[in-house]
């Protein structure tokens, strides 16, 4: 069950509570030391099934239950985990998932950008206690991965690739010493078992600053694909669009099943460049076309319909969120887009709504 | 286990040990080998086909005698993979493959027979029954369609071990076996076989049952296994009873786990027999022909007399040398990771050790006693290559297939693909010589059409006989020349090519529709389809057609295309010289050009000097197969878009200048506007380079234009003459590239021109000048760009 509160997105621990807590209770497998679940608890957790009390766990990762089977089995080896893939394939959403089953705690995180600097990554200082008291421990201001390796925590770094190389080397200690030092006070911090590291990074806008091999070597990598098939990628948005939707308050009804199918086809046929029956080639929009982007088309055309139309989801609604997602250059993509229309969308049965919503747009 | 068939005299019981096993597993093979050095059989019977019995003798293991050391190793004997071929002898089409790899426990049987010096025989039902029976069906379907038509219960019986493997949760039925061997001991593993078998075939037997009344007439595939699986078994009962008969004691009979009840079962001889008696009473007697060929590893995983086949041959070959347990999984990664270090990959052995932790982990996660290859894989993505799956692609031919081809001694008789080759060279009166020889045919004879399309199977069966030798006149469509040489090399390749098929024209079809839908080019594939056109192979033909118009609806490439307009309009003009229809390809050629003319301009766009130069080439092949072709519509519309590549400056100078070229040597366009269009592109505005350019394009192969008509030799003479010095010796490079690739008369014309008093303006110029060493030195430039040494009267 999920809890409700004011609250406009809840941590996965808080939000999943009673699965969590219906889960330790069945499960009798051996844990990995501070694992708050056995691995098997973790992956169905992850991926959703019945418990033998007929507690209904919902899936929270949608696609290959092999992929996260490798990445929970890295973390049970205690080697650090790096999920990689294009935008919006679910990386943020299942380390958040993976560390709120683990360690119950989602919340250590260091947010990479170009300007994380090392202290967000190994500690900084309380400069008034720092200058009154001296160096100690007092005047440390642990970062988020200090923390958890005191607490034998999963640490969550998101968009590895962003932070510059040099905060990336700090953090080559930390996993292959497991411990921190801290040269001004001549101590260290030595990594509690149970203790990992999960790192998000993109492989798409490449080139940011790429991993070095001595990092890349230190990390099992799990590329989370693009969803396999038509019907799998309809299930992710399907389900999102409606705990979103119900997250959110959404007046607009329950999405057709139909408009996420036509939707999401449109984007598996630009991403991959072909139609779905293989017959025609076309041109891929500079975008990612990702199924998170797919999400909330699905999420800004219900509004739309509730707030602004009669509550029902027409492709007018959608369309807008379409060419948002598709028109990223306004040049390129346009043409894309307009090619796209005119020799598939326009010959296709049913499809003359879709048609022209979007002609009239571009 | 060790049951025994009723027999007459109960003291006098012969021990019948039936060892199941599953064909081509390795576990199997080891299981197999140590049940019969414990046995100790004094004769083994095998599931196989009876025709081949004679055949079981070269199975022989490399000679034990380590002092003859390598030549001995390598002495002519058969070494799998290879395959006992069965086929008729009326009909050769008519055929039965049985693959062996090193690991195969048939494989081994035989070989421990061999070197027991026992004797070994093969007990299935005789292949001639078999082949007759497929003889009655209406046309035998290809592999493919009958994989698709598989029922549930076929594929059960055609890997029982498999499906019990993936119902305990395998993904594989090999990693299953090691468990098994562990949970029990080698000899009892048999029995445990057979247990399961009992369980498994009571399942499908019933749903078979309920299946059968609801299916069709026409399924007849599903129908011929229901009824020959049970004779089959019939014939086999029938000859363990026969072993017994003959008085050999100890019996070991190696079949596939499947049958392994059915031969257990007590039945009486006369039910046997009589079963038998009835059920092949009608059908024809076929004479069949047995004989080893080599076979590669990647076709082991072909369906074939022994069932399904196998996906990954080189892993089996892994398992089944090295000792089980951990160290198979760190053995399999450190090759592994050996050959991706040799595709220049970085994998250090800390990652091979992160590896093994995280195989055994995944392991333990799926509830596995044994890792299998899913997730060694797994692991070597995750550790090793950073998530990535492509490096595992470039090792997959080495490390999943080890690509392998067997080899068959000379004193094994022949394969029917060589046999055909014999015969038909003899009936074409083509004799095998080692001496080159030029033969000419004429296609309008029926005797050289055929040894003419004979030669390119065999080309396209890289069996390279004979080399046609490209036409000197264009005219003579009928007329053909081919130089022919017999290399002793050549019966190797056509032992090599027996794989693909049983008679030249079957394995030429099969071996030229596996290469047109593996065609790494478009360029390659149209050769593919005109070599079959050449052979005469009209089923190719068609397939590659097909192919070819898929391939161009999704090439985006406009140059490779256009490179294969030519053969394509070759094979519309001539193609009915081979009887082949070419309708079909105009529909084809017309829609190819279409998409070429829509996609030109933009293509031309955007190329660098390589691409242009290649491009001017593409367009001149596109006009003159056009030409050829003669379909005015088509032939006005790309001239129309020509005109655009002629007319347009942000098209690159080389290209505007062919086409120009090509649309006033058609007459497309009028003197005026090509002196117009060169005028342009010399105009004092444009880069030097692009003017020489452009040049380049138009005057390639077109001196004719410089020597007859002054109009064009006066703007070049007029522009060559505004350059100045400097600019001149950087495009004396070009320049000469231009005028030096015209015949040495043209080039002399157009000095004589040169130097030809009042004609020219450049004369003129000179003249008015009037001065001699200026003369002297812009005629001396000239000879230079012309590269001629004339002599300055
Ligand atoms: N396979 C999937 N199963 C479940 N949800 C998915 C899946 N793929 C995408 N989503 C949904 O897409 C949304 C975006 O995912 P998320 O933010 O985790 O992407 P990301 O890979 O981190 O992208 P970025 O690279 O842009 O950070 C989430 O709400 C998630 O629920
Ligand atoms: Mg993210």
Redesign the interface.
Known sequence: MEATTDLLRQHAEAQFKEELSQLAAVDKRQKPPRWLLS??AV?TYLMGGKLENGYEISPKYIGNK?IM??A???L??D?AL?L?GVPGTAKTWVAEHLSAAISGDSTMLVQGTAGTAEEAVRYGWNYARLIAEGPSMQALVPSPIMEAMKLGKIARLEELTRIPADVQDSLITILSEKTLPIPELGSEVQAVKGFNIIATANDRDKGVNELS?AL??R?????LPVPATLEEEVDIVARRTEALGRALELPAEKPALEEISRVVQIFRELRAGATLDG?T?LRSPSGSMSTAEAISVMNSGLALAGHFGDGDLKAEDLAAGIVGAVVKDPVQDSLVLKEYLETVIKEREGWKDFYRSLRHLI | MTTSIASKNKTDLARVHLLGIRHHGPGSARSLEASLKEIEPDIVLIEGPPEAEALIKYVQGPPEDPSNSEEAADADRLIPPVALLIYAKEMPKLACYYPFAEFSPEWRAMLYANQSRIPCRFIDLPQSHWLSMQSKQKQSAGIDQVLSNLTEADKIRLDPIGTLASLAGYEEGEVWWEQLVEQRSDSQIFEAVSEAMTALRTAVREDEEEERSKIDEDKQIFDEDYYIEPLREAHMRTCIRQAQKEGYKSIAVVCGAWHGPALAQTVKAKDDNQLLKEKLKDLPKLKVEATWIPWTNSRLSFESGYGAGITSPGWYEHLFHSDKGSDTTLSWLVKAVKLLRAEDF?A?S??VI?AV??VE??A???NLHHAGL?ELQ??L???V?????MPLALIEKKLLVGEKLGHVPAEVPGTPLMVDLQKTSTRLKLKQEALEKLLELDLRKPLDLERSSFLSCLQILGIAWGEKQKKKIKTSTFHETWKLQWQPSLSLAAVEASIWGKDVRQAATARAIDLGSNSPTFAHLVDVLSLSLDGGLLEAVEKTMTLVGERS??C?DMGELMEALPVLVGIARYGNVRGHNPQSMDTLITSITERIIVNLESTCLSLDEDAARRMQRQITLMEEALRLFNKKELLEDSRAVLHRLASKSNIPALISGRSAKLLYECSYLSQEETVRLMHFALSAASAHSYSGQWLEGFLTNNAQVLIHDPIFFHIVDDWIRGIKTDAFQELLPLLRKTFGAFSYSERRQISERVQSPGKTALAETSARADDDRLLTEVLRTVQLMLGVNHDHQ
């Open positions: 691995p098997w992956l092999r089977e490798i929970v089995a890295t049970t080896t080697r790096l990689l091999s890349k070597r990390f099992n990598t799990v590329v017959k080639k | 970085d250090s800390a990652q992160d932790r995280l982990s995944l333990a996660m799926r899913t797994q692991a993505v995750t550790c290559l950073s998530g990535n799956e609806a999704t985006f």
